[in-house]
C-alpha cells in the first residue's frame, strides 16, 4: 500500500497544507514511545548534500558545486569518486560534473578521442568512478595499479573531466604512497597543469576528502560522526528494456553502517530481530525507491516498508519515510525509532577476555572490570540513553591483564547501555542507573 502524499505542482500550497496534516494524524498514532521525527532536507532544486545522524538528528549540509572529485581517506583504500550531485532536477538545469575515459596511459600527448562518460558505482566509498574502469584483476584499482613490494598504487590511465564551466581538464591519479594521494591536472593541450596532493592524515576519522579542481582547493567536508547522506547520484534505470544512467535523489549509508530492508510489512509492529541477517553495506540499500513519482499524484511513499540501520557504534534503528517534497523544499520527512544498542554476550574476543559491571543498578559511580590479552593501549567508555544519544564519551587508559576502572555517573534514572571499545573490538552491556 502507498502513502499518497503529493498533488501535482500547480496544486503546491494545498498540498502541503494536506502533507501536514496526513503528517500530524501519523504521527499522533505512531506505537512507540521512542519514535522521533526528522526532515532532512537537501534544498530547494537539491542543491545541497546533507549528512544525517540518527542519535541526535544533526545535519551538517554543503553545496554540490563546493567540490568537483573526492578521495577515499580510509585505511587500506584507493577509491576516487566524481561529484554527480549537480544536473538535471525537475524543470531545472544545472551544469553537472562529468568524468570520461579512454585508453590513453600518457598525460602528455592523452586527448578526448573515443572517450566514454563513467561513474560511480553505488556499491562502496572505495570503488568510485575513477576506480570502475579496474579489470578485475585484484591488483587494478582503475586508476592505477597496485605494487605489493612497496605497498603503492602507481598511474596507469588518464581521465578526462568536464567541469560546471563547460570547460574539459585531463586529470591522472599519479599515485597514492603512504596514505598520500598525488595527482595532477591539466587543460587538454597540457597547458596550466597543477600537481596537488591529500593526506589521508589529516582527515582521521573520515570517509572522504574533497578537492574543487575549479578553485584548486582540497575541503574538509564531514561532520566528525554521520550516518546517511541525503544526496543524488546517478543509477541503472530500466527504460522499456534498456538501461540508462539516471540522476536519483536519494540516501547513501557511511563506512561502518549497515542497513536491512524490511517489505510488505506494518511498520509500527515490525520486530527488528527477524532481520538479524539482512544487513547490507551496499551504499545504497536505502537508496531512492522508498518513494515513487506520478504526474497526477505527484511523490507517493511506500507505506509497508522499514528500513534497519545498525550504526558503527552498534546502536539498532528503524527509519520509516513519510514525505518527500521534491524540487520545491528537498526536505524529506521520516521517523526514526531508537531499537536497541547491541549487548555481546559472546566471549568470542581477540583481545577482551572477560567484562563486568558493578554495581547495576548504578547510583553516582560504575566500576567497570575487564581482562585484556595484548599489550598496553587506549580503550573508549561510552554510554548512550534509550533513545541513542551519546550520554558520555571517556578514554582510559588500560594495561594486559586485569583491569578495573571507576567511572562516575551523573545521569537521570533509567536504562542505559555501556559499550567498551578496544581496537576494533566492542562490547555493550546494559546499565540501570536509581
Excluded at 564551466?165 to 597540457?190: N, P
Excluded at 549487548?343 to 559491571?357: D, G, K
Excluded at 562516575?408 to 573490538?425: F, Q
Aim: charged share 15%; glycine share 6%; proline share 3%.
Amino acid at each position: 500500500m502507498l502513502i499518497r502524499l503529493s498533488l501535482i505542482n500547480n496544486n503546491v500550497n494545498n498540498n502541503i497544507k494536506m502533507r501536514n496534516l496526513l503528517l500530524l494524524v501519523l504521527l499522533i498514532f505512531s506505537a512507540n514511545i521512542f519514535a522521533q521525527v526528522n526532515t532532512p532536507t537537501i534544498g530547494a532544486n537539491y542543491l545541497n548534500q546533507t549528512y544525517y545522524t540518527l542519535s541526535d538528528g544533526s545535519m551538517t549540509s554543503n553545496l554540490h558545486t563546493d567540490w568537483d572529485i573526492a578521495f577515499n581517506v580510509t585505511p587500506g583504500s584507493a577509491g576516487v569518486l566524481v561529484n554527480e550531485g549537480t544536473g538535471l532536477s525537475f524543470m531545472t538545469t544545472y551544469p553537472e560534473v562529468e568524468l570520461y575515459f579512454n585508453n590513453a596511459t600518457d598525460f602528455a600527448t592523452a586527448d578526448t578521442t573515443g572517450i566514454s562518460k563513467i561513474y560511480n558505482t553505488e556499491v562502496e566509498w572505495s570503488t568510485g568512478a575513477f576506480n570502475s574502469v579496474s579489470n578485475g584483476n585484484p591488483l587494478d584499482f582503475g586508476w592505477g595499479d597496485y605494487n605489493p613490494n612497496g605497498n603503492t598504487v602507481n598511474s596507469t590511465r588518464i581521465f578526462f573531466i568536464k567541469l560546471r564551466t563547460d570547460i574539459y581538464k585531463k586529470v591522472e591519479i599519479q599515485s597514492l604512497v603512504a596514505g598520500v594521494y598525488t595527482f595532477r591536472y591539466a587543460d587538454l593541450d597540457g597547458s596550466n597543469e597543477v600537481i596537488q596532493t591529500i593526506d589521508k592524515a589529516n582527515y582521521t576519522g573520515k570517509t572522504l576528502a574533497y578537492f574543487s579542481i575549479e578553485n584548486e582547493t582540497a575541503l574538509d567536508l564531514e561532520p566528525t560522526h554521520w550516518d546517511l547522506l541525503f544526496t543524488r547520484y546517478y543509477t541503472d534505470l530500466d527504460d522499456n528494456g534498456t538501461t540508462i544512467d539516471y540522476l536519483v535523489t536519494g540516501v547513501l549509508q557511511n563506512n561502518g553502517v549497515e542497513v536491512a530492508q524490511a517489505d510488505n510489512i506494518t511498520p509500527t509492529t515490525v520486530d527488528y530481530t527477524n532481520y538479524t541477517t539482512e544487513y547490507r553495506d551496499t551504499l545504497t540499500i536505502i537508496g531512492h525507491d522508498w518513494k515513487g513519482f506520478d504526474f497526477q499524484l505527484g511523490w507517493i511513499i511506500e507505506a509497508n516498508q522499514a528500513f534497519f540501520v545498525k550504526t558503527a557504534t552498534d546502536s539498532i534503528w528503524k527509519i520509516q519515510f513519510y514525505d518527500f517534497e521534491g524540487t520545491s523544499t528537498g526536505k524529506t520527512t521520516l521517523e526514526k525509532t531508537f531499537e536497541t544498542a547491541l549487548v555481546s554476550t559472546s566471549s568470542v574476543y581477540q583481545s577482551l577476555e572477560s567484562f563486568n559491571i558493578y554495581p547495576n543498578p548504578v547510583t553516582d559511580h560504575v566500576n567497570i572490570a575487564f581482562e585484556l590479552a595484548t599489550d598496553n593501549r587506549n580503550a573508549m567508555v561510552e554510554i548512550y540513553n534509550t533513545v541513542g544519544q551519546n550520554m558520555l564519551s571517556q578514554s582510559i587508559n588500560v594495561n594486559d591483564g586485569f583491569n578495573i576502572k571507576r567511572l562516575p555517573i551523573n545521569l537521570v534514572s533509567g536504562t542505559y547501555y555501556l559499550t567498551l571499545k578496544v581496537d576494533n573490538e566492542v562490547i555493550t552491556k546494559p546499565i540501570f542507573v536509581k
